[in-house]
């Protein structure tokens, strides 16, 4: 069966610093990608998306980026982290049609 | 107008009764309608997903699709405490990129 894992569950960072978080698919190829975020009370923002090795879809202009450096590895990076980018980061896969999430991560920049 | 629309709510319903969650999308587009739930902290879980016009059953949940109309509903029947949470509505519009609404915050009082 097909698992995601996503970490770290937590992490707080002084606003500056770099970021990099990693999320990996297992029992499945070729998967689509995403990263998605969501800020307090807020709904789920696309921010990446990927269809293959090397392409990514950026959705909304920001302080962050994407990589996808092998097939069921999705990496999601920030050279200065600001304040703003706080907030509940999930990396989500799909392969058919329906999306299936990691457990997140709960970012907050102080 | 955004892509995908829900009333934030929250909805409150009494335990036993029917809940009724809209959400209404403005890609014509659209092929696929997912709808999630989220749990106060955690990742979102699919719990339906709908395709054609009409009606799905799939246990206490029903998902209702009118293309033309380009609304998608979700029918909780026999609501118990526990399907207290939030349900997101997620159309799919291409390389299944889901775009998600903000989100019906769902209450149900024992």
């Known amino acids: 069966s097909q698992t995601i894992h996503q970490w770290p569950a937590t992490l707080v960072q002084p606003v500056g610093s770099p970021l990099s978080l990693e999320c990996t698919v297992e029992?499945?190829?070729?998967?689509?990608l995403y990263w998605y975020r969501q800020a307090a009370g807020r709904g789920l923002q696309l921010l990446f998306y990927s269809v293959g090795i090397g392409q990514i879809s950026s959705e909304v202009p920001q302080n962050l980026s994407a990589s996808r450096p092998q097939d069921r590895q999705f990496i999601l990076s920030s050279k200065k982290l600001l304040l703003s980018d706080s907030g509940f980061y999930l990396c989500?896969?799909?392969?058919?049609?329906?999306?299936?999430f990691g457990q997140g991560t709960r970012l907050t920049v102080v | 107008q955004k892509e995908v629309e829900q009333n934030s709510g929250p909805l409150s319903v009494p335990e036993g009764a029917i809940a009724s969650l809209n959400c209404t999308y403005s890609?014509?587009?659209?092929?696929?309608f997912f709808w999630y739930r989220q749990y106060s902290g955690k990742s979102p879980e699919l719990i339906m997903f709908?395709?054609?016009?009409g009606d799905k059953e799939d246990g206490r949940f029903t998902a209702q699709l009118n293309k033309a109309s380009q609304y998608v509903s979700l029918l909780i029947r026999d609501s118990q405490p526990s399907d207290s949470a939030t349900y997101l509505c997620a159309p799919s519009t291409g390389f299944q990129k889901l775009v998600f609404g903000t989100g019906t915050r769902l209450l149900v009082s024992p």
């Open positions: 989500a896969w799909s392969v058919t049609r329906e999306a299936f």
């Open positions: 029992g499945t190829s070729n998967p689509n």
């Open positions: 890609d014509r587009g659209s092929q696929s």
């Open positions: 709908i395709y054609s016009n």
